[in-house]
């Protein structure tokens, strides 16, 4: 689904990406992880035209990704930003629709994917008319998600989509987002900076460090086959103390 290849880029003369190559297969969801500043949503960014690189190629399912195209191929994309990117003026309901509209989809069209998409996430019919302020961040970020999914995009990209949240409503969401992820069948990237829910959701598991890939595997790999000591130490810091549950 994506292809990256040699990718580069720079902000201000600081490399923040180096030299990327990275394949995502379809119907895969693929996390990446990594420290603040590694690059991750950098990455991310570039993969939805958002950025371009100064070297090398991103190619979305086999079109290179570039300022000519990238506005059509983004309809094709969900994407889900940090803490929701919700706009406060407009209802729930307005935010999901809103690309829809301006598209100009039929109104019954727009009803039947909003009812659907409510019911795979969960979302109570009462609340759609509501306004982000009056929902809970957990009400938000299933705004948030079906706003990403209504146009029915190829692939969805999230942005740390539940880093705001407390800790049970995290978890909460964790599960109901793989049971979505799985229900759907799409390709996923995911990028957080916790180990935990990496592991959770990842078929695979890309862990960056200073815009490069450090290893990219499964949480077995990473814990039993770290490729170098900078992968132990963040597999280490992320464990949790004796006793534990996971």
Request: proline share 5%; glycine share 8%.
């Amino acid at each position: 689904m994506f292809v990256l290849e040699q990718v580069s880029m720079s902000f201000q003369d600081q490399a923040c990406i180096r030299g990327v190559d990275l394949s995502i297969p379809a119907g895969t969801t693929t996390v990446l992880i990594g420290p603040s500043g590694c690059g991750k949503s950098t990455l991310l960014k570039l993969m939805l035209g958002l950025l371009y690189p100064d070297a090398g190629s991103v190619r979305f399912a086999d079109q290179t990704v570039q300022p000519d195209n990238a506005r059509a191929l983004r309809q094709r994309m969900g994407y889900v930003i940090q803490e929701g990117g919700l706009f406060p003026h407009l209802t729930a309901r307005e935010n999901i629709t809103l690309m829809a509209r301006f598209l100009g989809w039929p109104g019954d069209v727009q009803v039947a994917r909003v009812h659907g998409l409510r019911t795979l996430t969960d979302f109570p019919a009462n609340a759609l008319d509501r306004y982000p302020a009056e929902l809970s961040g957990g009400q938000r970020q299933r705004v948030s998600l079906m706003r990403a999914l209504m146009l029915n995009p190829d692939v969805l990209l999230l942005d740390e989509p539940l880093g705001a949240l407390d800790p049970m409503i995290r978890r909460d969401l964790q599960n109901e987002l793989k049971d979505v992820f799985e229900q759907l069948n799409k390709t996923v990237v995911l990028v957080t900076h916790d180990l935990g829910e990496a592991a959770w959701f990842a078929d695979s598991i890309v862990l960056m460090r200073d815009g490069e890939i450090a290893q990219r595997g499964s949480l077995e790999d990473l814990v039993t086959s770290p490729a170098s000591r900078f992968v132990e130490q963040f597999v280490n810091a992320q464990r949790q103390p004796e006793g534990f549950g996971a």
